[in-house]
């Protein structure tokens, strides 16, 4: 009887030390999953996500940034007949208030603007025929959702983010762009233009908003 209560009693505290490892291993991995850092400017919060700070060359980066709006009325923005265009790592963009770019080194809030940003697209000739007119931007309330309006028409609803998965990034001699009416076109005019992986090294990404809000995070590549 003693021994079955020893072997009882072992098991009990195998099993409590086996769930307690799961769920601390759990927790572990999957709070490094997502590094956020955000900015907050009244009812406006600016995420920026990055799926790990760590990749060694030839490994990816998912990035996803995001403006979330807490207040309880929407809010309207008129934009004159033009398109509000914020940095994008695709060549034609989506038609949102947030933007990101990718820049080799380390930099903070007072010395970013100093910085060149990587290109995170291929050089070519680009034409996005599904660029939306757009008179006025609408957020909706307690959301992360934005309505494309023109001339009173609702013409989109789209989540007011932008993400990128990327392993590396396009060096070119020189660029030119042109752009008109819905369409956008992008060249370029590069000799011994080439694709490279993230070398070893410190990555700052910057995150931007409509509102002049900026969120900076970072990767090391080793």
């Not at 403006?67 to 940095?87: M, S």
């Not at 369409?183 to 233009?193: A, I, P």
Request: contains cysteine; charged residues 10%; neutral net charge.
């Amino acid at each position: 009887m003693r021994l079955i209560y020893t072997i009882l009693v072992i098991a009990i505290i195998l099993a409590f030390t086996f769930t307690y490892f799961l769920f601390f291993t759990y927790n572990n991995i999957h709070s490094n999953e997502q590094r956020i850092v955000q900015s907050s400017s009244g009812d406006f919060t600016l995420y920026l996500k990055l799926n790990t700070t760590n990749i060694s060359p030839g490994k990816g980066i998912a990035i996803v940034v995001e403006l979330f709006y807490n207040g309880i009325n929407p809010v309207y923005i008129n934009v004159n007949n033009t398109n509000i265009h914020l940095p994008s790592p695709y060549p034609c963009g989506p038609q949102v208030l947030v933007g990101l770019e990718v820049f080799k080194g380390y930099y903070t809030i007072s010395n970013i603007s100093l910085a060149k940003p990587l290109l995170l697209y291929q050089p070519g000739i680009y034409n996005c025929p599904m660029m939306y007119a757009v008179t006025q931007y609408k957020l909706l309330p307690l959301s992360d959702q934005v309505q494309l309006i023109y001339n009173g028409k609702v013409q989109a609803t789209l989540n007011d983010e932008i993400s990128t998965s990327i392993k590396g990034y396009w060096i070119i001699n020189s660029t030119s762009s042109l752009s008109g009416g819905n369409y956008t076109f992008f060249t370029s005019l590069f000799s011994g233009g080439n694709y490279t992986f993230f070398q070893p090294g410190v990555y700052t990404v910057e995150a931007v908003d409509y509102f002049n809000q900026t969120v900076l995070g970072y990767f090391t590549v080793t």
